[in-house]
Structures are given as structure tokens and as C-alpha cells.
């Protein structure tokens, strides 16, 4: 079966430091990727998303970006933390190809710039 | 662009009262669409979802949805709540084209007993 690890779960950072956060997904292959970010009244705000190794689409200019080293693997980062970077940050995937498929998440990383 | 409008970001019915949150897209043709839902501390769950045919769509724990063309709208209904349907709704669309996937953001749920 398909499962998606997303780590770490909860990270305080200082302003200017570097971010990195990690997302894999097991059991499927060539999957589409998704970064989200939550926040109340907000809803979940697309990031970045991927539809293949290398292939990076962002949808909110901002202090992050994303890559897609191997075909399972969603990293998001940054260089320098901006205290505006703090949230909920959810990774999720859907199978590739043509279709509709339901979205499964990760468990989330509660990020807090201080 | 693609876009999706959920006007209610609260909503409080009682217990056994009807339910209809509201979703309105943005799209040059028929997306993908969807429902999900998200209880407190968890994660989301899909409750149903949309393309083509039948536009009134069946969902699990007892919602349905009804596909509008005309007005753009994917609202979401049930007859009769109940307290554990206090949660969180978002509402999705999905590009056909580029697999881009975007939510609403989110109505809340309350439910009086």
C-alpha cells in the first residue's frame, strides 16, 4: 500500500536560518506532488507542485522554493526565514497519469520562525 | 486561472437539521472536483468526487454534491447532520490538463445537539 512520510513534525527556526523539509512517498511510482500551507481562514494555499522529477510548478511567489530530486521525494526550502514563513505545511501526493485521484497527506510540519 | 470560492467560513446548524455548504470554480472547462473533510487534529479525507455524468454525485457518511455548470457551483449537502459531522470542509479543483490541485479555503462546521 501507498504511504507518505513527511518530516519533521514540528520545527522552531530563527529568522534568516535555513529550511529544509522532507516528504517521500512509498508504494506507487511517478506520482504527482503537492506542497501546502494551512492557516486559519486561509485554507490550504498551493505552494508547489510536481508532476515529475525535475519538474517544479510555483504558484505563490514568496521566500521558498521546492525540488524533486527523485521521483518520490518533495523537498521544500528556503534560504533565509522570513518570521512570515511560520505555518502548517502539508505535503500530499495523487497518482499520476490521466484521471482523478484522491489526494493522501502527510501528517504535517508546524514550522515557527522565531 | 483556476480558483475556488467558499463564501461560508462558518456555518452552525443543529443536530438533525439539513446542510449545504457552498463551492463556486473558476475554470476554463469541467475540472476535477472535489469534497474533503478535516476533523479536528486530523488529516483530510476525501468524501467525494466529481468529472463528468451524473451530476448529483454520492459521497461517504451520507453527503452528496450537485455539479451546477451554469452557476459553477459544487455544493455540498446532507439531510440530516450529525454532531460527529463537525469538522472542517474544503473544497477542491483539480486541472485535467496540468493535475494543478487547489482547495477552497474551508468552511467550518458546527453542529449544536
Known amino acids: 500500500s501507498q504511504t507518505i512520510h513527511q518530516w519533521p513534525a514540528t520545527l522552531v527556526q530563527p529568522v534568516g536560518s535555513p529550511l529544509s523539509l522532507e516528504c517521500t512517498v512509498e508504494g506507487t511510482s511517478n506520482p504527482n506532488l503537492y506542497w501546502y500551507r494551512q492557516a486559519a481562514g486561509r485554507g490550504l494555499q498551493l505552494l508547489f507542485y510536481?508532476?515529475?522529477?525535475?519538474?517544479i510548478s510555483s504558484e505563490v511567489p514568496q521566500n521558498l522554493s521546492a525540488s524533486r530530486p527523485q521521483d518520490r521525494q518533495f523537498i521544500l526550502s528556503s534560504k533565509k526565514l522570513l518570521l512570515s514563513d511560520s505555518g502548517f505545511y502539508l505535503c500530499a501526493w495523487t497518482q499520476g497519469g490521466t484521471g482523478y485521484f484522491e489526494a493522501f497527506f502527510g501528517q504535517g510540519t508546524r514550522l515557527t520562525v522565531v | 486561472a483556476q480558483s475556488v470560492t467558499q463564501p461560508d467560513i462558518h456555518i452552525t446548524v443543529s443536530e438533525g437539521a439539513s446542510l449545504e455548504l457552498r463551492c463556486n470554480y473558476s475554470y476554463g472547462a469541467t475540472p476535477y472536483l472535489f469534497w474533503y473533510v478535516q476533523s479536528p487534529g486530523q488529516g483530510l479525507q476525501l468524501l467525494l468526487k466529481?468529472?463528468?455524468?451524473?451530476?448529483l454525485v454520492q459521497g461517504i457518511k451520507g453527503f452528496e454534491a450537485e455539479f451546477k455548470r451554469s452557476q459553477s457551483s459544487f455544493n455540498l449537502r446532507k439531510p440530516s447532520v450529525h454532531w460527529s459531522d463537525a469538522a472542517e470542509y474544503f473544497c477542491a479543483v483539480q486541472s485535467y490538463n496540468t493535475d494543478k490541485l487547489i482547495f477552497g479555503t474551508g468552511t467550518r462546521l458546527q453542529v449544536f445537539p
Open positions: 510536481s508532476v515529475g522529477i525535475g519538474q
Open positions: 466529481y468529472f463528468s455524468g451524473d451530476t
